[in-house]
């Protein structure tokens, strides 16, 4: 007897503190069925209980259906459960927005926060994570096992494919029990033939590691971390890569000389991610945001100089258009792509001469877009000659606009890119989306074709290929 009255005042005790004030109100014959869900693991059924005084209906809602569910018949209880839940409820404070002419009325912009500081969102945040928190606590058990059981099927320490590039394999591999990536390299044999389908580095090569982004994490003491891009410079002995360590897509730029490991700048901030190497290893092109998030301008810089030197290379005022940076295939251009919804422009600049200005390809025309992909070589009527490496070489380019929505394929020279012609021209039951000239002066073709094929009822359906 004494036994069962030291449990049942533990329980009691238990009880008390999982129900708070909530304790009080309940007749006896419902604290009782709470300390037999809490003694049975159901304790979640009161998380987030609301004070006294709110939804106490509902709350005896749950009980009674709880009290059925002993009994063997547990209809209701969960929906009574979800019930007793106060959702947290935003403010509604409205803003005036002015654009285009045009009044628009925001009632919730305060929750916007790019700076994600603001003591209001961030409660806000904090009661909406509570709440979904407390709406899922019948499934905490099953979350951890679906967890488990998703991770059990994860291989976590692997190797991606090295690719073979001038004189280098390059991979990344992910070790057990680490979240992100080591960007690596091993030097390809002195005796290694030309490149086949069947390269793999050596395992007798050592390895470098290039970036351990989960050292980076951890030096830095980061609660996020993500990398934009990893790029070694043409000549292999220095590494450019930009990092978010925020969560806000605002990257920060680093060169280091894989030589001793010494950072060469200091590092650039509020990029876009996007970094491009001209040929003489030591200028490369980067993008920095504005206001707005958005990639609006290409920067120049030259290791050994002062960031505040760096040259603005091309500004896009419209704020309908976003910018990102590429090299060519050839490796001979610097390509400025400007774009928005439905219309782009591509520049470019000679890797070889990189404070040059920069080249419009085609101008700017609304509804129409097109990308591109350089050749080196000459072009005649008879096709390619890559044997030639002219001064210019020439461009592919696809071109779409409202007479053509499915796309041309024309060329272009690249000192006279306004006298493109056709080379493939619209096909109406056929896509091209894009076009990339590829070695030995081939061209890979992509299209997507469409055709109607009778179904019951009479009706059409409408099927893909590509």
């Known amino acids: 007897a004494v036994g069962g009255f030291v449990l049942s ?46 939804n106490d209906a509902a709350k005896r809602r749950l009980l009674a259906a709880a009290a059925r569910h002993l009994s063997g018949a547990a209809e209701g209880l969960e929906e009574e459960r979800l019930s007793v839940l106060v959702p947290p409820r935003a403010n509604q404070q409205p803003k005036e927005l002015h654009m285009h002419n045009d009044l628009r009325i925001d009632k919730f912009y305060w929750l916007r926060d790019d700076a994600r500081k603001a003591p209001a ?49 390059y991979y990344t591999r992910a070790e057990e029990g680490q979240q992100y990536a080591v960007h690596c390299r091993r030097a390809v044999p002195a005796r290694a033939g030309p490149p086949s389908e069947a390269d793999e580095p050596s395992p007798d090569a050592p390895e470098e590691v290039l970036l351990d982004e989960n050292k980076r994490k951890q030096q830095g003491k980061h609660k996020f971390y993500m990398v934009g891009c990893c790029e070694t ?66 920067l120049r810089h030259t290791i050994g100089s002062p960031t505040s030197y760096d040259a603005v290379v091309y500004e896009e005022k419209d704020e309908a258009f976003y910018v990102s940076i590429g090299r060519s295939h050839s490796e001979q251009l610097i390509l400025i792509q400007i774009g928005s919804a439905v219309t782009s422009e591509t520049c470019y600049i000679s890797a070889n001469d990189p404070t040059a200005r920069p ?108």
């Open 9 to 54: 005042r533990s329980q009691g005790c238990h009880a008390r503190r999982v129900l708070g004030s909530n304790y009080k109100w309940m007749t006896a014959e419902e604290r009782q069925v709470a300390r037999s869900l809490i003694t049975h693991g159901q304790g979640h059924i009161f998380k987030a209980w609301p004070q006294p005084g709110i």
């Open 121 to 169: 969102v961030l409660e806000y945040l904090k009661a909406e994570n509570q709440y979904t928190a407390a709406a899922m606590a019948d499934t905490v058990k099953l979350q951890d096992e679906l967890y488990k059981e998703m991770r059990g099927r994860i291989k976590e320490e692997d190797t991606s494919v090295a690719a073979r590039y001038q004189g280098y394999y």
């Open 233 to 298: 410079s043409p000549d292999q002995k220095l590494l450019a890569w930009t990092e978010d360590t925020k969560g806000g897509e605002k990257y920060t730029l680093h060169i280091r000389d894989l030589s001793n490991g010494k950072e060469l700048i200091d590092p650039i901030p509020m990029t876009s991610g996007d970094v491009v190497w001209a040929n003489d290893n030591a200028t490369l092109f980067y993008i920095v945001k504005d206001h707005l998030d958005r990639p609006y301008k290409v």
């Open 359 to 466: 080249n419009v390809i085609l101008p700017r025309i609304n509804d129409v877009e097109y990308s591109v992909s350089h050749h080196p070589g000459k072009l005649s009527s008879g096709g390619i000659d890559s044997s030639s490496k002219d001064a210019t070489g020439w461009f592919i380019i696809t071109h779409r606009d409202p007479q053509h929505p499915n796309s041309e394929l024309r060329v272009a020279p690249l000192d006279a890119p306004e006298q493109h012609t056709v080379r493939e021209p619209l096909l109406v039951c056929c896509k091209i989306p894009f076009q990339q000239v590829a070695f030995h002066a081939h061209i890979c073709k992509q299209q997507q074709q469409w055709w109607w094929q009778a179904v019951p009822e009479h009706a059409a359906g409408c099927m893909q290929t590509e």
